[in-house]
């Protein structure tokens, strides 16, 4: 997973590049604690019997009848649709479903319930309280798996069992806290492969999309990115960001342009920087920046990775940008944020 530099332009300078970031993820200091031999008070491993982890293996009508009817849907790239649940950012979920059943539940919104954790719990707490393993085992139609984290994923995104539950933490590294919480069941987990997977027998895959069911994917991933940004805006006290077409339409095209030329780059060869791109699209603003991705599983892991990421968190938060278009082609993810001429 890569992610790239953050880019600012504004109309005085638009070739200003006034904050750059590292490749790949870095902690600046280890969160993760080593954990004890004596794991007697820490919480079983067991399956959560409240808050959203209960929905995994539960049918539509179950979800449903807690959650009611979602926003809307959305494809995904491992065959389970988003169920979206937006009206409310506090409480923004997105809940996967395959043949009828609940196979995942991402939840971000801080007043979600995600027992036995807290959105906002701080990470110390966490580890204190859980046993966090280097490896995952698992077992599955006679195959068997073993995901290895190093130590990036055990500081930034661990991975817990909870009974027949799997559970992704995603923690914020710069307030040291819980940001959201994924809930998966064994195949999800398996087909999405966030981690290192060492595996005997079969590895199971997820199916490649046709040329039409891409295009769903990534406009769904679009709109989740646009609603996961405003989420974490709203709980740094920014306001949230407007959708504008014609930035989401650039940023689009810089995203199937770095696939299609295997160049993860700011600048184009053939379309040049973000400011260009932007005038060229009669894109009118005055300030403009950018957050570049690739290979990122979705949508969720990809916001949550510039959160992460010091120039990419700084653009994601900033207070002066009033509108976002966000372009995704296959894994490729591109954000464009603007201050509108009009603001």
Same mark, same amino acid.
């Given at each position: ?15 200003? +590049? ?19 031999? %004596?794991?007697?008070?820490?919480? #079983? ?21 807690? &959650?009611? /009817? ?43 319930? +995600? ?17 966090? %393993?280097? @490896? ?38 710069? #307030? ?19 981690? !290192?997977?060492?595996? #005997? ?5 997820? $199916? /490649? ?14 709109? /989740? ?20 077409? !014609?930035?989401? %339409? +650039? ?8 696939? $299609? ?54 653009? &994601?938060? @900033?207070?002066?940008? #009033? ?15 603007? &201050?509108?001429?009009? /603001?």
């Amino acid at each position: 997973m890569t992610i790239g530099f953050y880019a600012s332009i504004n109309e005085n300078d638009d070739n200003e +590049v006034l904050i750059t970031d590292e490749h790949t993820l870095e902690m600046n200091e280890s969160l993760y604690q080593n954990q004890e031999n %004596d794991t007697q008070e820490k919480t #079983t491993a067991t399956r959560p019997t409240s808050g959203l982890g209960i929905l995994i293996g539960q049918d539509l009508g179950y979800l449903k009848g807690i &959650l009611g /009817e979602p926003q809307r849907i959305d494809e995904s790239l491992y065959g389970y649709q988003w169920y979206i649940y937006n009206i409310d950012y506090s409480r923004y979920v997105q809940v996967g479903v395959e043949n009828n059943k609940v196979v995942t539940v991402y939840a971000v919104g801080e007043d979600v319930d +995600v027992s036995p954790f807290k959105i906002g719990q701080p990470i110390e707490e966490i580890f204190n309280t859980h046993f966090i %393993d280097t @490896n995952i085992d698992i077992d599955y139609n006679g195959n068997s798996y073993r995901f290895e984290l190093n130590d990036t994923d055990l500081n930034i995104r661990p991975l817990l069992q909870l009974g027949d539950v799997f559970v992704q933490l995603y923690i914020d590294k710069f #307030t040291g806290s819980l940001s959201s919480v994924r809930f998966l069941n064994d195949l999800t987990l398996i087909k999405q492969r966030p981690y !290192e997977l060492g595996y #005997t027998g079969e590895l199971i895959e997820a $199916e /490649e999309p046709t040329e039409d069911a891409w295009r769903l994917i990534e406009e769904g991933t679009e709109k /989740e990115i646009l609603d996961i940004t405003n989420v974490m805006r709203l709980r740094h006290n920014v306001k949230t960001l407007e959708w504008d077409q !014609e930035t989401s %339409d +650039v940023a689009y095209n810089h995203s199937k342009d770095m696939s $299609e030329n295997n160049d993860f780059s700011h600048t184009s060869k053939k379309f040049g920087n973000l400011s260009d791109r932007l005038e060229a699209a009669n894109v009118a603003y005055k300030s403009a920046g950018e957050n570049i991705a690739v290979n990122y599983p979705d949508g969720p892991a990809v916001a949550e990775g510039w959160l992460n990421s010091k120039g990419h968190r700084e653009s &994601l938060l @900033n207070e002066e940008f #009033t509108h976002l278009g966000v372009g995704v082609y296959r894994k490729y993810y591109t954000q464009n944020f603007i &201050l509108k001429n009009d /603001e």
